[in-house]
């Protein structure tokens, strides 16, 4: 089950070329992204109207595809506009487009009613267009349901353990309890790491200053598209960082990480890891990616074996404990749990016969 009433994710701006086609499944729907003459980006349901053969199968002439089944044409709002051997086209033969608009380097895709479809509800990602900052879009994707990858960006304890030689290197994060506070779209976690003795691995080689540091890690899920916004950083310790702060050799960085689900077993994972110093060293802008990445691995290597041994799981009377670091994924997990309730209640009520 997915909320559909939201704004996901669906493809970075650059995987859409002028005369290519992005297939890719969202929510179990298999959609073909692709982008205009004019720049406009658009996503069908991969699915002809005639024989349901795939569209990403087909190719692309102007602004339309042309399936290449029996060759039957549509546009970019997925109008059928050809059909070989009439004049004119047979009814029904259009397939759905869905609301897709591109912002801040993601292209953003709406699967639920189209009326509901407000462009305020897009997450905002602006530090990817922003010059202060430097960063690379990333794409990742996990065999795994995307609650457990949820799960995962709402408990940070595991960087003291999945992460021990990459993003963690501290088992402070384990033992530090966060700030979580429920907000209007989703949860806020905060977490701060005083007087810490070294810099978190991934930063190792790129130091700005010596001896102790402050560092924290503050970031909001919105539980409505599954955006993750992360404040993180690294300042010399006892300068006031906590207070606001920031000494002029402070380490800032800010995550995006976009969670889209693929179907129930698989997941779309959008990301970011920006610097808003060293803005000129194209360098330390890769090597940073680069060891996100690499921490990234991680976390999909557990979670997808996670995912085998719940599976294995299945039908057994059991369920898993419950510890105190746990709080903020439960609080994650009861926002979605709500969503979806009210969404099915909605959709209970559109099925209901007029009286
Ligand atoms: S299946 Fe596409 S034209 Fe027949
Ligand atoms: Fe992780």
Redesign the pocket.
């Known amino acids: 089950m997915f909320i559909q009433n939201a704004w996901y994710a669906g493809a970075w701006a650059h995987e859409l070329t002028k005369d290519g086609v992005l297939p890719r499944k969202i929510l179990s729907k298999s959609l073909l992204f692709f982008r205009t003459s004019s720049g406009e980006v658009t996503a069908l349901r991969d699915r002809?109207s005639?024989?349901?053969?795939p569209l990403s199968a087909g190719r692309r002439e102007g602004d339309c595809i042309r399936?290449m089944?029996?060759?039957?044409v549509f546009d970019k709002d997925g109008k059928c506009v050809e059909e070989p051997g009439r004049k004119g086209v047979s009814p029904n033969t259009s397939v759905p487009a869905y609301p897709t608009v591109e912002r801040h380097k993601l292209v953003w895709v709406w699967m639920g009613d189209a009326d509901k479809a407000d462009l305020d509800l897009i997450p905002d990602c602006h530090h990817h267009v922003d010059p202060s900052w430097r960063s690379i879009p990333r794409y990742a994707h996990f065999k795994a349901n995307y609650l457990l990858v949820l799960d995962n960006l709402l408990d940070f304890s595991h960087l003291s353990f999945v992460h021990e030689k990459t993003l963690g290197g501290s088992k402070s994060i384990a033992e530090i309890r966060p700030k979580v506070e429920k907000t209007e779209k989703g949860v806020q976690l905060t977490r701060w790491y005083l007087n810490e003795p070294a810099f978190a691995p991934y930063l190792r080689g790129y130091e700005r200053f010596d001896g102790a540091i402050d560092r924290w890690n503050i970031y909001h899920l919105s539980t409505l598209s599954n955006h993750f916004s992360m404040s993180a950083g690294s300042a010399p310790a006892g300068t006031g960082a906590p207070d606001g702060t920031l000494h002029p050799q402070t380490m800032q960085f800010h995550s995006h990480q976009v969670i889209t689900p693929e179907d129930e077993n698989g997941t779309h994972y959008f990301w970011t890891y920006g610097h808003n110093f060293a803005l000129d060293d194209a360098r330390f802008t890769e090597a940073l990616a680069e060891r996100i990445s690499a921490g990234f691995k991680e976390d999909r290597t557990m979670i997808e074996a996670q995912r085998a041994v719940i599976e294995e799981s299945e039908g057994e009377d059991i369920e898993m404990a419950f510890i105190l670091a746990d709080n903020g994924l439960a609080l994650g997990r009861r926002l979605i749990d709500e969503r979806l309730a009210e969404e099915s209640k909605t959709t209970a009520a559109h099925m209901e016969p007029a009286e």
Do not use: I, K, P, V
């Open positions: 002809c005639h024989r349901f053969a399936c089944y029996h060759g039957l």
